[in-house]
């Protein structure tokens, strides 16, 4: 499997940015998708992240992006999209895609697989 994030980049407080993660080589035996990010200084946190069991997708999300964050999934272009609306400063990180390919908590970083590079998401005051 491979992933990379691209995207990213400068936007005002109050702004939208829009980060997509290309997607190769996913096979029904993963568990799903998922973003995190990291900023200077503080541990790789989960964002948000898409399930799959059977033909029903679950999605989830930390409490402090949930209602302006939206994950979703291209599979025509292979692409796993985060829709970031209402930035705030506190979001500035580096965002990073990765593959879930054990059950349990999807805040667990051993849990995920496959990261991406990342791409830079800097929101200004």
């Known amino acids: 499997v491979q992933l990379q994030a691209s995207g990213g980049g400068l936007v005002q407080a109050g702004g939208s940015l829009r980060i997509s993660c290309s997607v190769s080589?996913?096979?029904?035996?993963?568990?799903?998708l998922g973003w995190f990010r990291q900023s200077p200084g503080k541990e790789r946190e989960f964002v948000a992240a898409?399930?799959?069991?059977?033909?029903?997708?679950?999605?989830y999300y930390r409490d402090s992006v949930k209602g302006r964050f939206t994950i979703s999934r291209d599979n025509a272009k292979n692409t796993l999209d985060l829709q970031m609306d209402s930035l705030k400063p506190e979001d500035t990180a580096i965002y990073y895609c990765?593959?879930?390919?054990?059950?349990?908590?999807?805040?667990?970083?051993?849990?995920?697989?496959?990261w991406g590079q990342g791409t830079q998401v800097t929101v200004s005051s």
């Open positions: 990765a593959v879930k390919v054990k059950t349990g908590s999807n805040y667990q970083l051993s849990n995920f697989n496959y």
């Open positions: 080589g996913y096979t029904s035996s993963n568990k799903g």
């Open positions: 898409i399930l799959y069991s059977g033909s029903t997708s679950y999605y």
